[in-house]
């Protein structure tokens, strides 16, 4: 575009700030509200180089990326198609991408954005806003070819990586350790080892070397072991007879070309850190790179960017270190306090903060600065992140707290406290407020929805976990539950009293009594199949549906062998009919998990 750079600095004659560009949104007829004097001064910031903000919770940091990205079309330092935002999901990135859009438009309508220097016609005003994962991935489909990596595929879902590791564990016979634990765990923990690995950026044999180190330090630790070194030194060997599997998932994985998410990450670092002319090939496509949710970003994909982006290239990260929760995953708070030195960039970083709150009332922003200054405290903080403020003319808020005996008590209370402000004479229908409940486990969820929904208040779970509570769903996990899981008694019967089958408590409780009684009679037959295979007779073939010996799905499956009243006639008839179909839905389950899902949907 236009705009020389000089410097490390934009040259405007002319600036076009971000009062005139709110201004000129309000004549094109859209709502805009004027920044603050902490966002302007971002907005408008002439520094053409590494950028780095930190912004509290609720202060309006998606707001003021989108206002940048105006501020620098409007004033010709780029074009829309110049710019790179990242983002963690896609809901964000579609929120984020759309917001710029339509304010582009209105600033396009009314005059405010120049043209195109290369065609003289009007700016294109698409804008690249993506995830971290689907940029890595598009990265990696361009250039893997060239390392060896066909990426070329749709990534991996979880539930596709876990059947695929799921196999890998059934039928793995290179083990250094015994694994003392079901293939369930086995398959968590490779999945979890393997994610781990990718994510900060270290080598199986770096993670082999450390823990054989680490075992040798246990088992020469002198005397009899206490319970603590005994634990250890079991772990220690089962992460090595696992790292054996995570070696194996990834040669399969790279063979067949079908990564995970994780998978992607790490192989795009290695990539762009392998090939620096990548870096000149996106560098070539983006002239302003932003990152949101910063404190976020694993080491793989620091690696990832800062290779592509770094040595003073004009990137914005803004994030807040308070907000760090995925520890687990290779990020950290102090992900932010490394920023100049990953990007190498010391000396060169802008630094800006954003402490004004848009969400809170004044007695909930006191009492959330308190916990955090006290967590700082108590368990050190990397980053010091200033007290956030409240928003001009904000209500004092309410605070409460309560104490309760059981979740169902606990529920009432919340639906109780909304249900006085929802019903409150003093709203009209169209003015009532909104309230949020935040849950630390799902586990509550059930409850609190049900103790809502009792008082006629419209609810709404958010997420996959409310996806989780849509009855129809639940009864298609149910089913998948009862045909894969034999000792699965709650999905079993959440499908039994449910409206297909709508079984009444008498013929259940028969079905409990027969299943019992051929759990007698199967124990019997264990023992007389044992003796004849001592005595050299030969054993029978165990068939599929043996794993249900002894459950009420096998009860399911010999309904025909009760005795004559043992259930109502049609309490039988719909028990035969069930059970065929449950039957022949277990044998077909060998395909794919959308296969089954949507055999357990039909």
């Known amino acids: 575009m236009s705009a020389p750079i000089v410097n490390g600095k ?15 949104i309000k004549d094109a007829g859209g709502k805009y509200i004027e920044p603050t004097a902490a966002q302007s001064q971002i907005i408008n910031s002439k520094h053409w180089g590494p950028t780095l903000v930190i912004a509290g919770a609720g202060s309006g940091k998606t707001e003021t990326m989108s206002q940048r990205v105006l501020w620098l079309v409007a004033n010709g330092v780029v074009k829309p198609s110049e710019i790179l935002g990242l983002t963690f999901t896609r809901k964000a990135a579609g929120e984020l991408a759309t917001r710029i859009r339509k304010r582009l438009r209105q600033l396009q309508s009314v005059g405010a954005l120049p043209m195109d220097p290369d065609t003289g ?17 598009k990265v990696l489909g361009e250039h893997g070819i060239r390392m060896g990596i066909d990426a070329q595929a749709a990534p991996l879902g979880e539930a596709a990586a876990w059947m ?13 350790y015994e694994l003392k634990h079901a293939a369930d765990w086995v398959i968590q923990k490779l999945h979890s080892l393997a994610s781990q690995i990718g994510e900060h950026g270290v080598s199986v044999e770096d993670v082999r070397g450390v823990t054989r180190d680490l075992l040798a330090k246990f088992e020469a630790i002198p005397g009899p072991s206490n319970n603590d070194v005994a634990e250890c030194i079991v772990m220690l060997r089962q992460r090595l007879a696992i790292l054996h599997m995570v070696d194996e998932s990834r040669r399969l994985r790279t ?3 079908r990564f995970s998410f994780d998978d992607q990450m790490s192989m795009a670092a290695s990539l762009v850190n392998e090939l620096p002319d990548v870096a000149e090939i996106e560098r070539g496509k983006y002239k302003v790179v932003l990152l949101d949710e910063y404190q976020d970003t694993s080491q793989s994909q620091i690696r990832f960017l800062s290779a592509l982006f770094g040595d003073g290239y004009p990137v914005t990260a803004v994030g807040d270190p308070n907000q760090a929760i995925y520890g687990w995953r290779g990020a950290s708070s102090g992900t932010m306090n490394q920023f100049e030195n990953d990007f190498n960039a010391v000396g060169q970083v802008e630094k800006f903060d954003l402490l004004t709150s848009w969400r809170n009332d004044r007695k909930i922003l006191e009492f959330s600065n308190a916990i955090v200054a006290e967590a700082g405290e108590r368990f050190g903080a990397s980053v010091t992140v200033k007290a956030l403020e409240a928003k001009p003319h904000v209500g004092e808020g309410e605070l409460k707290c309560g104490r309760y ?13 909304i249900a006085k402000k929802w019903f409150d004479p003093k709203h009209e229908e169209q003015e009532r407020p909104t309230f949020s409940v935040l849950v630390r486990s799902k586990k509550y969820i059930p409850e609190i929805e049900n103790a809502l929904r009792e008082k006629s208040i419209p609810t709404e779970v958010v997420g996959l976990a409310g996806l989780m509570h849509v009855p129809e769903v639940a009864d298609i996990i149910a089913l998948l539950r009862s045909a894969t899981d ?8 959440r499908i039994l009293i449910g409206p297909r089958l709508a079984l009444g408590a008498k013929d259940l409780r028969a079905l409990g009594r027969f299943a019992r009684k051929l759990t007698d009679s199967s124990q019997m037959g264990r023992s007389s199949t044992l003796e004849k295979i001592l005595a050299g007779g030969a054993p029978s073939t165990m068939e599929g549906d043996d794993f249900a010996v002894g459950s009420i799905i096998e009860a399911l499956d010999r309904i025909s062998e009760a005795a004559p009243g043992t259930f109502s006639e049609e309490g039988a008839a719909r028990f035969t009919e069930f059970g065929a179909e449950l039957k022949e ?8 998990i959308v296969d089954a899902v949507i055999e357990a949907e039909r």
């Open 10 to 24: 934009i040259e405007l004659e002319q600036e076009r700030d971000a009062l005139f560009i709110a201004k000129k």
């Open 121 to 137: 016609q009007s700016l294109d005003l698409t804008v690249d806003v993506s995830t971290y994962h689907s940029y890595a991935g």
């Open 164 to 176: 695929l590791d799921q196999n890998l564990v059934l039928n793995f016979d290179r083990q250094e």
């Open 255 to 257: 063979i067949e070309g």
């Open 405 to 417: 005996l059981t979740r169902t008590e606990e529920a009432d209370a919340i639906a109780e406290y």
């Open 486 to 493: 034999p000792n699965a008694g709650t999905a079993l019967a």
């Open 585 to 592: 839905f277990r044998r077909n389950l060998g395909g794919s």
